[in-house]
């Protein structure tokens, strides 16, 4: 069975860093590429970015709102990808899902979701 | 940056059909994955590449994809369906390349 489970929410102020886990488990996590989703309180979904599988570059993307400031990593042996958040605003205040990615020729999209985790930015 | 237009709410009673459509420019040459999202749920994927379900959805769901717009139909709407849904897609030459639409609540009646 695939499981994400986030971990590393929590409140921080404006302008900290914060660091969030997805541990995966129930799949080979080298051969996918992997993402984050947020959501802000009452919103709808925000793409924040992905991270490529090794095998096609382990390479990443990011959404304008986030570039410069977040950073996704692996960690293909112990099967974790992390976000690194940096200057966070309070609209960044959201419920930040990992995701199992499937991206392939054009084709992008989310097959498996974790269970989210909320960070809070506010002073 | 490409947009992805739903009507922000569907209503339907049980037994009936309910139809979400997602809108954007010339959608039909891009594939549409949907997902459906229950309160305080995380998102689950209920449809992918326009028409295809993942393994557990059930047939009730289906999809399709031409033109202008996409449609997520789902046949004998039960209570256990109401939601909110997303459609999604891949622009490779849009900013942000994975674009969500703004999102769709299901009432069933």
């Known amino acids: ?123 | 940056s490409y947009v992805l237009t739903q009507p922000p709410s569907v209503s339907v009673a049980p037994g009936k059909t309910a139809r979400i459509t997602c809108g954007g420019n010339n959608i039909g040459s891009k594939s549409v994955h949907w997902y459906q999202q229950k309160p305080g749920q995380a998102p689950v994927l209920v449809i992918y590449y326009d028409s295809d379900r993942p393994s557990g959805i059930p047939e009730r769901f289906s999809g399709s994809n031409s033109g202008n717009t996409a449609t997520l139909t789902i046949s004998r709407v039960e209570a256990g369906d109401e939601a909110d849904y997303y459609c999604q897609v891949w622009d490779s030459s849009s900013d942000p390349h994975v674009v969500f639409g703004g999102g769709t609540k299901l009432t069933v009646l």
């Open chain 1, 1 to 123: 069975e695939v499981q994400l489970v986030e971990s590393g929410g929590g409140l921080v102020q404006p302008g900290r860093s914060l660091r969030l886990s997805c541990t995966a488990s129930g799949f080979t996590f080298g051969d996918y590429a992997m993402s984050w989703v947020r959501q802000a309180p009452g919103k709808g979904l925000e793409w924040v970015g992905f991270i490529r599988s090794k095998a096609y570059g382990g390479t990443t993307e990011y959404a304008a709102s986030v570039k410069g400031r977040f950073t996704i990593s692996r960690d293909d042996s112990k099967s974790i990808a992390y976000l690194q958040m940096n200057s966070l605003k309070t609209e960044d205040t959201a419920v930040y899902y990992c995701t199992r990615t499937i991206a392939a020729a054009g084709i992008f999209n989310f097959d498996y979701w974790g269970q989210g985790t909320l960070v809070t930015v506010s002073s």
